[in-house]
């Protein structure tokens, strides 16, 4: 069985310029979330879809961020326009139901310059 | 708001060597508790996890951890460390019925083992 994949693994942008990253969770699974890490600091929740609908986007920073799951397959998050601060690991995670128990992807890794 | 306090942020053993890494958490009620492992260029994957009953919960490769609930702790202990086992852990929350959806993680301890 396929695991959670994250694409790209590495982008370098320069700050201004837009990235989107994407998600493809476990098949069958209904949930997906999207987390960060910045250099140093914790792993942070930025949203959650259930399907297609956003559960909870408490996490997210601020609206340079826009989060999609079109179809309820995979999703795409895009900064836009990315700042310094972006810069960190985002990883995706999937689950079939609400447990807590997430499938995570290896993460994309964001450097804006 | 819930956090996960994990207390050292680098540990170096030798192998063979007993392991505890430390995690509290402040949230007065009812949580989902869980440890997982990142190795060297891989993805976060689960340890173990505590929903309720025994709260002595083993896990994967050997490892184990005792929930307090009067402590408020999630600690992880595996009797004797292999080199395989550097890797980064994180200990993590869900509360339930409270705060966000998604897990709470603490800033994560990099375990070096010193063969």
């Known amino acids: 069985e396929a695991g959670v994949t994250q694409f790209p693994s590495h982008s370098v942008i320069e700050k201004g310029q837009t990235v989107t990253l994407r998600c493809d969770p476990i098949?069958?699974?209904?949930?997906l979330y999207w987390y960060r890490r910045v250099m140093g600091k914790e792993i942070k929740f930025l949203l959650h879809f259930v399907k297609e609908s956003k559960q909870d986007e408490s996490g997210m920073p601020n609206n340079r961020f826009l989060a999609e799951r079109t179809g309820g397959t995979y999703s795409t998050l895009k900064v836009q326009p990315a700042e310094l601060e972006d810069s960190g690991v985002y990883f995706c995670?999937?689950?079939?139901?609400?447990?807590?128990?997430?499938?995570f992807g290896e993460g994309s890794r964001l450097t804006v310059l | 708001a819930q956090s996960v306090s994990q207390h050292n942020h680098h540990v170096i053993l030798s192998e063979a060597a007993s392991l505890e890494l430390g995690c509290n958490y402040s949230y007065g009620g009812t949580v989902n508790l869980f440890w997982y492992v990142q190795y060297p260029g891989q993805h976060l994957q689960l340890l173990l996890k505590?929903?309720?009953?025994?709260?002595l919960v083993k896990g994967i490769k050997g490892f184990e951890a005792e929930f307090i609930k009067s402590k408020f702790s999630f600690n992880l202990r595996k009797p004797s460390v292999q080199w395989s086992d550097t890797a980064e852990y994180f200990c993590a929350v869900n509360p339930i019925g409270g705060g966000a959806d998604g897990l709470t993680f603490g800033k994560g301890t990099h375990l070096i083992i010193q063969p």
């Open positions: 995670a999937s689950s079939q139901v609400f447990t807590g128990e997430l499938f």
């Open positions: 098949s069958g699974h209904d949930n």
């Open positions: 505590y929903f309720s009953g025994d709260p």
